[in-house]
């Protein structure tokens, strides 16, 4: 593939409902393009963006995928990103380099709810937008109606340049508003033709209010325009395309990607008014500064996606934002100071990879095998310290349990773990210490699931999931003393240590405090600290139930010793002995994590999300006003009540809610409420 000049290059996200089409678009766009001699199906695996073993199995899209082609003397590279929520995180990383986001639209569903979180996602991070209204030639559409669906969801912006001609399965090809002219697709190919007398009237209204709507956003084009002068096409073109790098205008194209019906028009609107590559913004120490491409400038580039591959290594993709980069240019990571070699330059048609010469500013790539390299990371000319910034990600809502399904399986799930999480930022790894449970955290069950399983295929390691347990701890509620014995003598020196010691409780979240009030040397002081270390063991032990105990002073008053059999081990097992009998006149209480909650909701499901938190025990703190018509809710729940909380928060809010909880405090368990015992569950631990 040759080298295009910046302003040649078009980097396109294809966003939309998981059902859209846009995997299939793709292969149609290729097709047109004349890199395939066949469009591929889905449903049958056989697609350039769906190569993964996963994706082939769930017939759908899971991982973005860069699809590299050239059309009319430009580069374009589409990035063909997943529609499930489960799988958010790639459209994220993918905002951080994309120029142009086209919605694809499911003419047989209209603006669902995923079209809209889509939209919000692109919108919030000011990327220009068109929408490429899908499907047109199935039963029972309408593009009047998607129009005016899309015009109440995303505003007066959207302006169609085409309508269709012919309905359902009798739709054959388009009317351009900009042109009044059709095109035809009878023949496979499209082909110009006059406007179908038909629809002569309502392309000529609609082209009217599109060429007022063009002009009006400059003031000597309208006045030209009142004054009864039309704009020539290359003008029209020229502030359409403005309006679209400025976000204000989002153009509507139609067609049907399975025909393929109108999809060389939707290249061809990419390249003609779709923006050139934008300026990325970066921080150099406080200061925040917008680069723009500039290929005589130092090599500086961003790290947007990595893949591990089992037989290449590590496949990092990045967008160049200045300099030009060419195979063997050295850069320094400016995260971990580490210089790196980029020894080739590739880019990809889903699978396939394709070596490049040369990289110019704005163009996406790839490289192999960097040594201290992760996704989010910045390299550039030695000395720099230029850091570009990420598109925020979304946060991990549902965590599981992971342990190795086989003992020759141990040594490598670390591993395996830490590796996927390099190469899908939104996962989340953690070790509680408390429960004793590595936890793998992520946006679904599905992203969950699917990322088990390519662990599994990739790095040959068996892994299994376990309930996510509940870090429950103890307390005492009130004053108790007890004295602990140890006496042992089985020939030699013995083992003798009576402590009697007292415990009584300290306000929430003290911790553990220890006193001595020994006198008269009835235990001598290098004994202490052994009886402070058998209390602090027996409570991380576990009390009544079982659960570490916490917020508790201990103060060990009284005691006996013997000159000969005292030892540390003595005095330390007669701490514990005495802390568990003083502990069942203590009146121990179990204590429940509680986490501060933020959940984001559309307006509407306000009622039954807040009636949903008061089921699971929480309390409304407040609520405020957020972006997009959508509520933030804050609230204190029980921790336990949030282990699946992701999965019914999707039910209720149709995919468009969202939360984060962070833990907040602990409290007395409610009576009538019961805990899962550890001695229950203890497969997960170790």
Not at 42 to 50: I, K, L, M, P, R
Not at 296 to 320: C, E, M, Q, R
Not at 420 to 440: F, G, W, Y
Request: one cysteine or more.
């Amino acid at each position: 593939m040759k080298t295009y000049p910046s302003e040649k290059i078009r980097n396109v996200m294809l966003v939309g409902s998981p059902s859209s089409g846009k995997t299939t678009l793709a292969e149609a766009m290729l097709f047109r393009a004349g890199v395939l001699n066949r469009i591929g199906n889905v449903e049958a695996g056989n697609t350039v963006s769906d190569f993964s073993p996963e994706e082939q199995e769930t017939r759908s899209s899971q991982v973005t995928s860069l699809i590299s082609f050239e059309w009319q003397d430009h580069k374009i590279n589409l990035l063909d990103t997943p529609g499930s929520l489960d799988f958010a995180g790639e459209l994220d990383a993918t905002l951080s380099v994309a120029d142009l986001a086209i919605l694809v639209v499911d003419a047989t569903s209209g603006v669902d709810h995923s079209l809209q979180l889509a939209w919000r996602k692109v919108a919030q991070a000011g990327i220009p937008r068109m929408f490429f209204v899908n499907k047109l030639d199935r039963e029972f559409v309408s593009f009047d109606n998607v129009l005016s669906q899309l015009r109440e969801s995303f505003g007066s912006g959207v302006a169609p340049l085409e309508l269709p001609i012919g309905e359902g399965p009798e739709f054959h090809g388009i009317a351009d508003l900009l042109t009044d002219q059709a095109w035809i697709y009878d023949s496979g190919h499209g082909e110009k033709a006059e406007i179908p007398e038909s629809m002569e009237a309502q392309e000529q209204e609609v082209h009217e209010a599109l060429v007022e709507g063009i002009v009006v956003a400059d003031d000597d084009l309208l006045e030209q325009y009142l004054e009864g002068e039309v704009p020539d096409l290359a003008t029209l073109e020229s502030v359409l395309g403005q309006g679209v790098a400025a976000a204000s205008v989002f153009p509507v194209v139609c067609g049907s990607a399975t025909g393929p019906v109108a999809v060389d028009r939707l290249c061809n609107f990419i390249c003609e008014i779709g923006p050139e590559p934008r300026g990325m913004p970066v921080g150099v120490g406080d200061e925040k500064v917008l680069l723009n491409p500039d290929a005589n400038a130092d090599p500086l580039l961003f790290v947007f996606k990595t893949v591990i591959d089992p037989y290449l290594g590590t496949v990092s993709l990045f967008k160049a934002i200045t300099g030009t980069i060419t195979p063997d240019t050295e850069v320094v990571n400016t995260r971990t100071k580490t210089s790196e070699r980029l020894k080739t330059l590739v880019t990809f048609q889903g699978a396939t990879s394709i070596d490049l010469s040369e990289i110019v500013p704005g163009d996406i790539a790839a490289t192999a095998k960097l040594s201290d390299t992760s996704t989010g990371d910045t390299l550039s000319a030695s000395g720099s310290a230029v850091v570009a910034k990420m598109a925020p990600l979304s946060q991990p809502m549902l965590s599981v349990a992971v342990v190795p399904r086989t003992r020759a399986d141990e040594e490598k799930l670390s591993m395996s773990l830490r590796r996927a999480c390099e190469e899908d930022p939104t996962l989340r790894l953690d070790r509680n210490e408390e429960t004793r449970q590595t936890l793998l955290s992520g946006l679904g069950e599905t992203h969950l699931r699917m990322t088990l399983k390519r662990i599994e295929r990739k790095f040959n390691v068996g892994v299994d999931t376990v309930d996510v347990k509940v870090p429950y701890r103890e307390t005492v509620t009130r004053q108790a003393t007890a004295e602990g014995k140890h006496k042992k003598q089985s020939g030699g020196h013995g083992q003798f240590g009576i402590a009697s010691v007292r415990i009584e409780p300290l306000p929430r979240g003290e911790g553990f405090e220890f006193q001595d009030e020994i006198s008269g040397g009835v235990i001598p002081r290098q004994y202490i600290p052994a009886v402070e270390s058998g209390i602090a063991e027996a409570m991380q032990d576990g009390g009544k139930v079982g659960y570490p105990v916490v917020d508790m002073r201990a103060a060990v008053y009284d005691g006996k010793h013997h000159s000969v059999d005292s030892s540390e081990f003595s005095f330390k097992m007669a701490g514990k002995l005495a802390f568990q009998a003083a502990l069942q006149d203590a009146a121990p209480v179990v204590l429940e994590p509680l986490s501060q909650v933020e959940v984001t909701i559309p307006e509407e499901c306000m009622g039954d999300v807040m009636g949903d938190i008061s089921g699971r025990r929480g309390v409304v703190q407040g609520t405020n006003a957020g972006d997009f018509s959508q509520i933030i809710i804050e609230a204190i729940v029980p921790t336990a009540e949030l282990v699946r909380y992701a999965i019914d928060l999707r039910s209720i809010t149709g995919g468009r809610g969202f939360f984060t909880a962070t833990h907040d405090r602990y409290e007395v368990l409610p009576a009538g409420v019961t805990p899962v015992t550890p001695a229950e569950d203890r497969r997960g631990e170790g």
